[in-house]
């Protein structure tokens, strides 16, 4: 007799639920089909198809270069992995802002070219028309407030959001304007706790933080960070997992140091 192992998928409305139950949501980051496959089989919520691929993937500084193609790339690699998690993918810098046509277009491109299950994109009333035409489509739209790295030369830095009463103020209205608009969920990126959980609390979807404290619903991290990939980026907020640079890098010498010594391959390893 065959046991049928059916996988129970995430959806939007589960992660709601979460939130109503008080389970704690949890979100990685991947770019690739063999990392997807891995972080989908550790159990984890929503895998994020970030533009910080423009970093991880191709070397960039900031997020802005990346494409609505190579996004789709990426994404479609990674949706052919995942059998549980809700796969999330952001749109990229110039697919959305400030043309409410275009964001459609570059939402659905995602969806039916990669087979992405929602669609992410950052900032508040600023981008509420791209959002509500999204969401008229059908496409789930997970927001991102806080810092928003796509627009990274208005701050001019990578530090601490709305940490003064004016910023945190519009923080809070655009949280409860995208939970109006639709939204199924926010990401809330390196705000100050308290306010992050106030947000939190203020909302019925659910809030997943990145450098925002303990009171969200969830939390995200670049895997490459928490893996121990990328050694150079090390913020506060960062829990290293891992340290597979350095297990990487001794298996690449040892490698190397066995084929120089003709001790790879060996009587066994051979045809
Ligand atoms: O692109 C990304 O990886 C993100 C997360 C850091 C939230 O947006």
């Not at 690739?32 to 960039?60: E, R, T």
Request: with cysteine; net charge negative; aromatic share 6%.
């Amino acid at each position: 007799m065959s046991v049928n192992k059916e996988i129970k998928r995430v959806t939007t409305h589960v992660l709601q639920a979460m939130k109503a139950e008080g389970q704690k949501i949890a979100m990685l980051t991947a770019y690739d089909y063999s990392m997807a496959k891995l972080i989908d089989g550790g159990d984890v919520d929503v895998i994020l198809v970030g533009d910080s691929a423009s970093n991880v993937m191709a070397g960039h500084e900031t997020t802005l270069p990346i494409t609505l193609d190579q996004m789709i790339y990426h994404a479609s690699s990674v949706v052919r992995a995942v059998r549980r998690a809700l796969v999330v993918v952001d749109l990229p810098f110039g697919s959305y802002q400030g043309n409410s046509k275009l964001a459609l277009e570059s939402a659905i491109r995602i969806m039916k070219e990669a087979g992405a299950h929602a669609v992410k994109l950052e900032g508040g009333a600023e981008v509420a028309d791209s959002i509500k035409r999204i969401l008229k489509a059908g496409i789930p739209v997970m927001g991102h407030l806080g810092l928003i790295p796509q627009s990274i030369y208005k701050f001019g830095t990578y530090t601490v959001r709305a940490k003064e009463e004016t910023e945190a103020d519009k923080l809070r209205e655009d949280a409860l304007l995208l939970q109006e608009l639709g939204c199924f969920a926010i990401v809330l990126e390196k705000i100050p706790a308290g306010l992050a959980t106030e947000v939190t609390q203020s909302l019925y979807i659910p809030t997943i933080g990145i450098g925002a404290g303990g009171g969200t619903d969830g939390q995200v991290l670049v895997s490459h960070d928490m893996l121990g990939i990328t050694m150079d980026f090390t913020p506060r907020f960062l829990r290293r997992y891992l340290n597979l640079a350095e297990t990487i890098q001794d298996a690449v010498r040892h490698y190397t140091q066995d084929v120089k010594s003709r001790d790879f391959p060996n009587e066994q390893e051979q045809y």
